[in-house]
């Protein structure tokens, strides 16, 4: 082998060398989201634990009224609920105080230990 060929094939083992390390690299600096962190799927609705949102001012006579319920028995309640207002497509809910609140799913979204946030997966046409 004469020496150009040993440099091509020099100057190729190093390009390989140098883009491995950029994809190993690269994908050591990927960050991954743990997996008790992801939304488990509830039938309709996706639940991710601890966190809560801006209610949303579309209930009432006038519908200006925060979506607010008290009294809230349990979590097959307050699907009812949600499916009872059109434009209900996510919800807060604690069973420790029986309390839910319609969320704007369009906000972001915030930790609080005290509620578990609800979002709807399908899609529902109320008539």
Same mark, same amino acid.
């Given at each position: 082998?004469?020496?150009?060929?040993?440099?091509?094939? =020099?100057?190729?083992?190093?390009? *390989?060398?140098?883009?491995?390390?950029?994809? &190993?690299?690269? $994908?050591?600096? +990927?960050?991954? !989201?743990?997996?008790? $962190?992801?939304?488990?799927?509830?039938?309709? =609705?996706?639940? +991710?634990?601890?966190?809560?949102?801006?209610? /949303?001012?579309?209930?009432?006579?006038?519908? @200006?009224?925060?979506?607010? =319920?008290?009294? /809230?028995? @349990? *979590?097959?309640?307050? !699907? %009812?609920?949600?499916?009872?207002?059109?434009?209900?497509?996510? =919800? /807060?809910?604690?069973?420790?105080?029986?309390?839910?609140?319609?969320? %704007?799913?369009? /906000?972001? +979204?915030?930790? @609080?230990?005290? &509620? @578990?946030? &609800?979002?709807?997966?399908?899609?529902?046409?109320?008539?």
């Amino acid at each position: 082998m004469d020496t150009q060929t040993i440099s091509i094939v =020099f100057i190729i083992i190093l390009s *390989l060398i140098i883009i491995g390390l950029i994809i &190993y690299s690269t $994908n050591k600096k +990927t960050s991954l !989201i743990n997996p008790n $962190n992801c939304p488990k799927v509830t039938g309709t =609705f996706s639940v +991710t634990p601890q966190k809560s949102g801006t209610t /949303v001012r579309i209930c009432g006579v006038n519908k @200006d009224k925060e979506c607010n =319920f008290t009294n /809230v028995n @349990d *979590l097959n309640n307050a !699907i %009812d609920i949600c499916n009872g207002v059109p434009g209900c497509n996510a =919800f /807060v809910y604690s069973s420790s105080i029986n309390v839910m609140s319609i969320i %704007d799913e369009n /906000v972001a +979204t915030y930790s @609080d230990p005290n &509620y @578990d946030l &609800y979002s709807r997966q399908i899609p529902l046409i109320i008539n």
